[in-house]
């Protein structure tokens, strides 16, 4: 029977997954804005059920796996077909590009989240990770095109381009199989004070349609930052090393 305790959670991580699905639906059916709104309380969802398994001290592995499958859902799958099906409205001409950019994000979203589930064991604690998040991922494609739709909708600015729209999804993700230590989003912000966090935090809700863009794409510029600076420090190790050691590990246990 399963404890009470690791219900909430996993509820929480279903519901990730049913908005991932229902971001899915909305894309295929052109409700390209609606997609991406699903996607956004999916993030919401993600970071609920992590807080909620920390509360509760509901870690298992049964939950570690079940929220990297709804995430591949909701971050990985859903943002693909947004993809393809945004390209696929806007330039119909450019199939050569529409297949081979939208699998290719998905490819890398589920090897993002495979590479992290062998590293990583079910706990409380928070580390940095090798390559970039995937909810940060869908936060960068996704936030391209809905302050796109913003600016022109209410200010008539025409922001959005398509090959910009490609680069981006091509290197969100390149990033997430990367082995760029990417740091959690609240070390990453770390030099904005702890008074002013709650402020901060109400400002980037109240105008989320222009903010997601803003943070999303700050959080890989802080990220990309470190790291130029620490290979120029000589003090850039492999990040991908953990996993390695894990692989050989297994391999020696076949043997």
Same mark, same amino acid.
């Given at each position: ?72 859902i909701s971050f990985g799958l859903a ?21 081979? /950019? $939208? =699998?290719? &994000? ?7 989240? !495979?590479?992290f589930n062998i590293v990583t064991v ?27 739709h913003y600016l022109k909708l209410n ?59 803003? /943070? $999303? =794409?700050? &959080? ?7 790291? !130029? ?27």
């Amino acid at each position: 029977m399963v404890k009470r305790k690791y219900i909430a959670p996993n509820a929480i991580t279903a519901a990730n997954m049913f908005l991932g699905y229902l971001s899915i639906t909305a894309s295929i059916k052109g409700e390209f804005i609606q997609a991406i709104w699903f996607i956004i309380l999916a993030m919401v969802c993600d970071g609920l059920d992590g807080k909620t398994a920390r509360k509760l001290d509901a870690f298992s592995e049964f939950g570690k796996e079940f929220d990297s499958f709804c995430d591949a859902i909701s971050f990985g799958l859903a943002p693909s077909i947004l993809v393809y099906s945004i390209l696929k409205d806007m330039s119909p001409s450019a199939n050569a590009f529409i297949m081979p /950019v $939208s =699998f290719l &994000y998905a490819l890398c979203g589920v090897m993002r989240l !495979v590479k992290f589930n062998i590293v990583t064991v079910a706990s409380n604690e928070k580390d940095d990770f090798s390559g970039m998040p995937i909810p940060n991922a869908a936060a960068m494609v996704c936030s391209y095109i809905l302050i796109s739709h913003y600016l022109k909708l209410n200010y008539g600015i025409e922001f959005f381009n398509l090959e910009i729209f490609m680069a981006v999804t091509v290197v969100a993700a390149i990033l997430m199989v990367s082995t760029i230590k990417f740091k959690t989003p609240d070390r990453a912000f770390s030099f904005i004070p702890k008074k002013f966090a709650g402020v901060f935090i109400i400002i980037i809700i109240a105008t989320l349609k222009y903010s997601l863009f803003v /943070v $999303s =794409f700050f &959080y890989v510029i802080l990220n990309l930052l470190n790291f !130029v600076t620490k290979i120029f420090d000589g003090s850039h190790d492999d990040n991908d090393r953990e996993l390695v050691d894990v692989i050989e590990e297994e391999e020696k246990e076949e043997k």
